[in-house]
């Protein structure tokens, strides 16, 4: 049976999660330069949006660029930097056609300016959509995300009237800079490394993980499908047992 009809449409994650990683393995396999990898998991991002919004997912986020990832090679920085410039004037078009909307998780107003003003014109020309949501996780990192958290409530604590014992687990998620956007039910990383790397530490509290050997350039559609279709498979059960479960 074709993969895409596997899925369960009435159980879709609405919220799904990636790390994609593997773009310098994938070049060095074909002994190109690492940018090289990086161009080509373009491609890949454009199918999994193209693929999720089909479905009916309601938020994709992708980890594009991590606080850590400035200390990779100044060359490397820079043109992935140009990348996103490039991507970014070049696909709000399709995002729109799409009826699709973009906004970013991180510390964005750090990026270069050319990369920041492109994402802001690009969240201000798509923010009227309606169909999916895709988050890029730009200068992001999980702990500079909590920290802003506890930063932002101890600032309220003082000076407005946020009691301390009023903070709670939605209190802080409110604090997050996915406000408002639901926990991932699902997230995936290619490559085959199995570590988080910084990435939304509190919202994958029970969110189900899937690692596959995949490189993001090789990352395709059907591959979305299998994650979704393994996702399907699990038994998500929050702390309870199987019995209790309707
Ligand atoms: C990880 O592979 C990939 C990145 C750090 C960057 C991801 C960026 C893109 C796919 C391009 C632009 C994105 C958008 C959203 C337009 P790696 O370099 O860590 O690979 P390696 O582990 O094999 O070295």
């Not at 159980?11 to 999660?17: D, M």
């Not at 593997?22 to 890949?44: D, E, L, M, T, Y």
């Not at 802080?172 to 570590?195: C, M, Y």
């Amino acid at each position: 049976m074709e993969l895409k009809s596997q899925i369960n449409l009435d159980k879709l994650p609405r919220h799904i999660a990636i790390i994609m990683d593997g773009n310098g393995r994938w070049a060095k396999q074909h002994g190109k330069p690492r940018v090289f990898g990086h161009q080509n998991g373009v491609k890949s991002v454009r199918e999994t949006t193209e693929a999720a919004a089909e479905l009916g997912v309601d938020y994709l986020t992708l980890y594009a660029f991590s606080t850590e990832n400035w200390n990779r090679p100044k060359l490397e920085v820079n043109a992935l930097m140009s990348l996103l410039v490039e991507t970014l004037n070049k696909e709000i078009k399709t995002l729109n056609k799409n009826n699709i909307r973009l906004q970013a998780i991180g510390d964005i107003s750090k990026l270069p300016k050319k990369t920041y003003k492109a994402l802001l014109e690009g969240i201000e020309n798509t923010k009227n959509n309606t169909r999916m949501t895709l988050i890029l996780a730009l200068n992001y990192s999980a702990r500079w995300e909590i920290l802003q958290a506890a930063k932002g409530i101890a600032e309220k604590a003082k000076t407005e009237n946020l009691k301390i014992e009023d903070v709670n687990e939605e209190v802080f998620a409110n604090f997050l800079s996915t406000k408002g956007v639901p926990d991932p039910e699902l997230l995936i990383r290619t490559s085959g490394e199995t570590r988080i790397s910084n990435f939304l530490l509190w919202q994958i509290a029970y969110t189900e993980l899937l690692f596959v050997p995949t490189f993001w350039p090789d990352f395709r559609k059907p591959d979305l499908y299998k994650a979704i279709i393994d996702y399907q498979n699990r038994e998500r059960r929050f702390g309870k047992i199987s019995e209790q479960l309707v």
